[in-house]
């Protein structure tokens, strides 16, 4: 993008509208968990537009390319969370004795490792025109192409996933 403070606007803005969007997820859910309809329901709709924010914002900065490198950019995100970033992440978090950031930090580590592997395999049949389905863990984010048992990584009973 020739104009390069417009482009790092976009991306401040694309981030700031992202870390919105899971806020106000979380808001959501705790509305909800606190019976508060309402304002779970605002918490949602506000996290919806800020993700319409958010990906128009990626869009207009250049940042959405054609499938396989887009694919290929998943991949070396993944790989650098689970292979750089998280691993840091636990040693610290058990170096201060916090033990749910470390439990938190090591089911997205090793589900970050999955998603990788699974943008790898993408990527190996591009074109494969048989659909084929993804089942999430809805607790520590694991992702699996059949409906296992239990979740590999956090236990979670396989009926528990969602299907995509």
């Given at each position: 993008m020739e104009n390069q403070k417009t482009f790092e606007n976009l991306m401040e803005a694309f981030a700031g509208e992202s870390q919105a969007n899971r806020k106000y997820l979380a808001y959501s859910k705790k509305a909800e968990a606190e019976g508060k309809k309402n304002a779970a329901k605002l918490f949602k709709a506000a996290s919806d537009a800020e993700t319409i924010h958010a990906l128009k914002h990626f869009e207009v900065a250049g940042k959405v390319h054609s499938t396989l490198e887009n694919l290929q950019d998943g991949i070396a995100g993944e790989t650098h969370e689970y292979k750089d970033m998280y691993p840091d992440f636990v040693k610290n978090a058990e170096a201060e004795g916090?033990?749910?950031?470390?439990?938190?930090?090591?089911?997205?580590?090793?589900?970050?490792?999955?998603?990788?592997?699974?943008?790898?395999?993408?990527?190996?049949?591009?074109?494969?025109?048989?659909?084929?389905?993804?089942?999430?863990?809805?607790?520590?984010?694991?992702i699996e192409k059949s409906i296992p048992e239990k979740c590999s990584i956090c236990g979670v009973p396989g009926s528990k996933f969602i299907k995509y």
């Open positions: 916090n033990k749910a950031a470390v439990m938190s930090f090591t089911n997205a580590m090793k589900a970050e490792e999955v998603h990788a592997k699974l943008y790898e395999d993408a990527v190996a049949n591009i074109d494969q025109e048989e659909e084929i389905f993804y089942y999430l863990c809805p607790v520590c984010g694991n």
